[in-house]
């Protein structure tokens, strides 16, 4: 598939399916929990072409774990039935332990299973893009370093937060050439730590690397999707659309109506339906209110693509999600 003309038809179309990352809830169709998900490549392929069977979303999103990365380089993780795993306290807090912090190798912890679950994916879903999902270079050295710690660093030992960097980038590289080899569309890749920070930080410490990894696997048959759900995007997005990345996805902490017309027209950004307060804990009344407001808010602008503000979260009600794509529908359908 031609990835650059997929971005162009959503450009071009009067009537945008939306694209929300969703992939998790599929739990509750299948009715397993989220740890038996995470350990199985099979259920994972099965759960995207479940959604994908039951949505009209532009593509398949892959589930958005951040912890993958950081539990091949030796970080503990956090695992739940309900909740997306999390990463415990950071395992590099000084530049010798930056210098022997060792790259992994592609396939080392579950990151084999994610890129067979992918491929199988792609076997499934055939009629939209498949993309799966990567953690972003600076938000991967964050929960190296340890998150709460990882902007104090910035400061006080640059140094470290660069070479950290320049492992998390060279693994991450390798990853997402791995997906590229079975047949992924693109990945999403979540930058969110670096919407903590300002201008300058992020232009040194986050925008750079991601650009490496875009130069690295980017090309018509594999695009990059920054996602960062950050307070400070609207701030930083200079640097961030210095990346490269064919599409941008942002979080519901900014409102999309003020980011939009910092974006080139010819770049599709992505957003940002409130994932917690709407998919999970709203109402389909209140999902659709949401959606539509967005919606009209937005929609004069080509290159806009409706979608969750973030990954949704795993016991989101699917009558919240039906009803988020029901008023896409109704809105369109109203337009003509």
């Not at 993309?131 to 140094?159: H, K, N, T, W």
């Not at 995007?233 to 910092?262: Q, R, V, W, Y």
Request: hydrophobic share 40%; aromatic share 8%; net charge negative.
């Amino acid at each position: 598939m031609d990835m650059y003309k997929w971005l162009e038809d959503i450009r071009n179309s009067k009537r945008k399916k939306p694209m929300p990352v969703l992939s998790f809830p599929s739990i509750q169709i299948m009715d397993i929990n989220v740890t038996t998900l995470i350990s199985d490549s099979n259920l994972q392929a099965e759960g995207m072409s479940i959604v994908a069977k039951r949505t009209d979303a532009a593509a398949a999103v892959s589930m958005m774990d951040l912890s993958v990365e950081a539990e091949c380089f030796g970080s503990k993780i956090r695992f739940s039935e309900d909740e997306v795993p999390t990463v415990l306290g950071g395992i590099v807090s000084t530049y010798e332990q930056a210098e022997e912090l060792r790259v992994p190798e592609f396939g080392e912890g579950r990151t084999g299973l994610y890129v067979d679950a992918i491929k199988k994916a792609t076997e499934l879903i055939k009629d939209r893009p498949v993309f799966a999902g990567v953690i972003g270079s600076f938000s991967l050295a964050g929960r190296l370093m340890d998150v709460s710690q990882a902007m104090i660093y910035c400061y006080e030992d640059p140094d470290m937060v660069h070479l950290v960097l320049e492992k998390a980038t060279a693994f991450i590289i390798e990853y997402c050439k791995a997906y590229k080899a079975v047949g992924a569309n693109g990945v999403v890749i979540a930058e969110p730590l670096a919407g903590l920070l300002s201008p300058s930080l992020a232009e040194e410490f986050s925008s750079p690397y991601i650009k490496r990894i875009v130069d690295a696997v980017q090309d018509s048959s594999f695009i990059v999707v920054y996602h960062n759900c950050g307070g400070s995007t609207i701030k930083t997005i200079d640097s961030i659309l210095a990346t490269g990345a064919a599409a941008f996805h942002f979080g519901n902490a900014i409102k999309m109506s003020e980011m939009l017309p910092h974006i080139p027209s010819d770049k599709v950004v992505m957003g940002n339906v409130d994932p917690a307060n709407q998919f999970r804990n709203g109402t389909p009344e209140s999902i659709r209110e949401a959606t539509l407001s967005l919606l009209e808010e937005c929609s004069k602008y080509p290159n806009f693509l409706i979608s969750s503000g973030c990954d949704i979260p795993p016991l989101s009600k699917w009558e919240n999600i039906d009803a988020f794509f029901a008023a896409v529908k109704e809105f369109y359908d109203n337009q003509e």
